[in-house]
């Protein structure tokens, strides 16, 4: 527990600056690459956070705790309007509860059945709906089940992640860990299928599926362990 302190303060700590600092950091141009340099190192971090505090799914009254402190903290700054003073609170609530859902829920069958059927449910309803995503946008009022990324120096948003795709995230990585699914490699997956969804959103201006990319870099990050891993029975676990 001790060795984990370090690394998960520095990115903390990295995460903390680039969110709320962001106000008093250069105005980049053109407003749309502004949007792209402001959001790609939080949403990176966001997966290194995830995994640094993934080896907490042993440790669930540690992670109850930090539930509780992360939904204390996000109905705080919600009340204020806080924008992207809010992200990391409402990251932490979402990181901790998908650890614990991976604790409580330790079901081989949700280890392959949870990113196919999610993934392939927001797949189909996002790229259905077919709506219009273009950044930077207006920052929107605090809402408390959106991660916000703000634009340096501007009072508008260069990137938004919904709190479900995180935990979904966190759920997984902890399937990683508890099932030996190589959790490094499954964190590498994850982040880029959240970094591709976003740069593709960025790139197309429609709604991309977050949960379904990150769903996508899970499996194919822990292909080579999977087959192993169900011959050896982990789906009839439970």
Not at 117 to 135: E, P, Q
Not at 169 to 196: F, I, K, N, S
């Amino acid at each position: 527990m001790a060795r984990l302190a370090a690394p998960v303060l520095a990115v903390l700590g990295a995460l903390a600056a680039l969110l709320l600092l962001a106000p008093v950091l250069p105005e980049l141009q053109p407003p749309a690459r502004a949007a792209l340099v402001a959001a790609v190192p939080p949403l990176a971090l966001l997966g290194a956070l995830t995994y640094l505090l993934a080896p907490l799914t042993r440790a669930p009254l540690f992670l109850g705790a930090l539930a509780a402190a992360g939904l204390l903290l996000t109905a705080a700054t919600s009340a204020v309007g806080a924008h992207g003073g809010g992200t990391l609170p409402e990251a932490l609530l979402a990181i901790a509860l998908g650890l614990l859902f991976a604790r409580i829920f330790d079901l081989g069958a949700f280890v392959i059945g949870l990113p196919l059927v999610i993934g392939s449910v927001d797949l189909v309803t996002t790229l259905s709906g077919a709506a219009v995503k273009t950044w930077p946008t207006p920052l929107p009022g605090g809402e408390p089940l959106v991660l916000e990324i703000p634009s340096w120096s501007a009072q508008t948003g260069a990137a938004e992640v919904s709190i479900a795709t995180i935990l979904f995230l966190a759920a997984l990585q902890g399937y990683a860990v508890r099932e030996h699914l190589r959790p490094a490699g499954t964190a590498v997956g994850m982040t880029v299928g959240l970094l591709l969804a976003y740069l593709l959103e960025w790139r197309t201006d429609h709604a991309m599926p977050f949960t379904a990319f990150v769903a996508a870099g899970f499996l194919v990050a822990s292909s080579d362990r999977l087959p192993t891993w169900l011959r050896a029975g982990g789906i009839e676990r439970g």
